[in-house]
Antibody
Framework: QVQLQESGPGLVKPSQTLSLTCTVS??????????WSWIRQPAGKGLEWLGH???????????SYNPSLRSRVTISFNTSENQFSLRLSSVTAADTAIYYC?????????????WGRGTLVTVSS | DIQMTQSPSSLSASVGDRVTITCRAS??????LNWYQQKPGEAPKPLIY???SLQSGVPSRYSGGGSGTDFTLTISSLQPEDFATYYC?????????FGQGTKLEIK
């Protein structure tokens, strides 16, 4: 079955760029009409959608981002590696959180039907 | 952005109890509402989509309802594995926002 796994540095210095990768196994990132998304969760707090990328068909590569982060966030994908990635620039302590990658099923229902286990990123000098 | 507000924020209940969690949207969202369960140290798990459709593999003691701005998640008879935090999420429009969560604890 399809599984997602986040990877990347667990510690990032303030003002630097956070970079994470989500590796999709058990299926192709380019098959099916899925969006691939990033969500984060500060310790003890709620969930925040960061954005998504679409990876199939004529709209392949199209992205959507949370306006609260739009100027700092970039999501991309690599078909050959079956991965998609998150870059968040100019990070501060407020960006410290568990970062999840997730698959989105349905452009209308837009539900996160498959999640990675999450990776903790701490922003600190 | 559409604000999602859950109530209560926390809830104590016993095994076998029937519990209902409420989620309110700041504007009408039809039935574009999903529910998730999260246990400590784990990723959220999808439970219900489109307000009332059960995700595959989710026990039938879970049910969802509502439309417009007011939604409910009901667990008909609590089991030990149901004690967790529950989140609603609107899928009506971007940015896709979540409620603040409802922590269901053992009484």
């Amino acid at each position: 079955q399809v599984q997602l796994q986040e990877s990347g540095p667990g510690l990032v210095k303030p003002s630097q760029t956070l970079s994470l990768t989500c590796t999709v196994s058990g299926g192709s990132i380019s098959s099916g009409s899925y969006y691939w998304s990033w969500i984060r969760q500060p310790a003890g707090k709620g969930l925040e959608w960061l954005g998504h990328i679409f990876t199939s068909g004529s709209a392949s590569g199209s992205t959507s981002y949370n306006p609260s982060l739009r100027s700092r966030v970039t999501i991309s994908f690599n078909t050959s590696e079956n991965q998609f990635s998150l870059r968040l620039s100019s990070v501060t302590a407020a960006d410290t959180a568990i970062y999840y990658c997730a698959r989105v099923f349905g452009s209308v229902t837009y539900r996160f039907d498959l999640w990675g286990r999450g990776t903790l990123v701490t922003v600190s000098s | 952005d559409i604000q999602m507000t859950q109530s209560p924020s926390s809830l104590s209940a016993s095994v076998g109890d029937r519990v209902t969690i409420t989620c309110r949207a700041s504007k009408p969202i039809s039935t574009y509402l999903n529910w998730y369960q999260q246990k400590p140290g784990e990723a959220p798990k999808p439970l219900i989509y489109s307000a009332s459709s059960l995700q595959s593999g989710v026990p039938s003691r879970y049910s969802g309802g509502g439309s417009g701005t007011d939604f409910t998640l009901t667990i008909s008879s609590l089991q030990p594995e149901d004690f967790a935090t529950y989140y609603c999420q609107q899928s009506y429009s971007s940015p896709y926002t979540f409620g603040q969560g409802t922590k269901l604890e053992i009484k």
